[in-house]
């Protein structure tokens, strides 16, 4: 059997899409449809026979760039399209390309599906992927996500890390402070930082995120810095995503917003505590590390906000991150680096 998968979503998407791909690449070969950011991250994943780069806002737009992106999905031979994705575009895809299609039937596209499958609002969202492949009687499968950093991301950790002058052994506090939603950055990690260089004198603190989450390094540095701390270990911008990721299998913790950086520690089974305020985990966005904390203001009855979070709160106070307090989080690193010693 040869299947194609088509996610053209966001990044934590594509990582929960890795249990699916995983799923029916027990019974043959794998192609996947994937923008040029996702296409990255399944870089070496056993599971992945080929990626076709779908660059559908740049190089590929349009119906010229949909033709050849079908007539490369027509090559790979599929018989399935499962479509992770829902938007009408990739729905016409795969009808372009021939390839029968199953999807959800809450999907923008479905009406040009051959098979529709019941969208499961209380399941997480690797679930109800996976279920796409499986019989809906049945539907409990392996829902941790899977990647697979290279020998050179991993040695781009390393540099990094001896760059900074880490030293073997020293537990690596993960932060994620940034997302691209404003309202889902939760806004005291420099405070949480501050905090922990008392409770956790031998840990360090690692910042990951995109180059354009500097300034929030640079917020958490300074106030460790005005703590007598370590000098934190800036990854922003530093490594490739499967470099993330394999910083994070080495961290003892990481703390997130709900973003990103939440699906690649699952990916890694890095312990995680994730940050929820306008959004909330039983959407399906939740960790899936085997150790994992879910801290949010669960008593706010305006949230959930959004389906993604907005860039300002629409009553102006944003409780739902700012109620957060560092010390509870603080308390939940410290269990956690503990219980890993
Ligand atoms: S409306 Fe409520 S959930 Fe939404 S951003 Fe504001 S405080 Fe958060």
Known sequence: MVSAVLQTSFLGDMILTTPLIERLAREGEVHVVATPANAAVLANHPAVA?????????????VAG???VAARLR???????????????TAALARMAGVPSVGFDTSAGRWLYSRQVAYRKDWHHAQRLWALASDPRDPTGPLRPSLFPSAADTSQVSALL?????????????LAPGSVWATKRWP????????????????????????????LASAISAAVQQRGGPPIIDATGKLSLLGSAALLSRCVVLVTNDSAPLHLASAMNTPTIALF????????FGPLADRRVVLGRDQLTCRP???????????????????????VVAEQVVR??????
């Open 50 to 62: 080929s990626v076709i780069v779908y660059d559908k806002r740049n190089a590929d737009a349009g």
């Open 66 to 68: 949909l033709r050849r």
């Open 75 to 89: 090559a790979t031979g599929a018989t399935t399209a499962y479509m992770a994705q829902g938007s009408w575009r």
């Open 162 to 174: 001896h760059e900074a002058g880490a030293i073997s052994g020293e537990p690596l506090i993960a």
């Open 188 to 215: 005291s990690y420099d405070a949480l930082a501050s905090g922990l260089v008392a409770q956790l004198p031998d840990a360090r603190v690692v910042v990951l995120g995109a180059a354009g989450d500097a300034p």
């Open 277 to 284: 305020g306008p959004t909330v985990p039983g959407m399906g």
């Open 305 to 327: 906000c959004s389906a993604h979070g907005g860039q300002a709160c629409p009553l102006g106070h944003w409780k739902c991150m700012r109620d957060v307090e560092p010390s």
């Open 336 to 341: 956690a680096a503990v219980s890993t010693q």
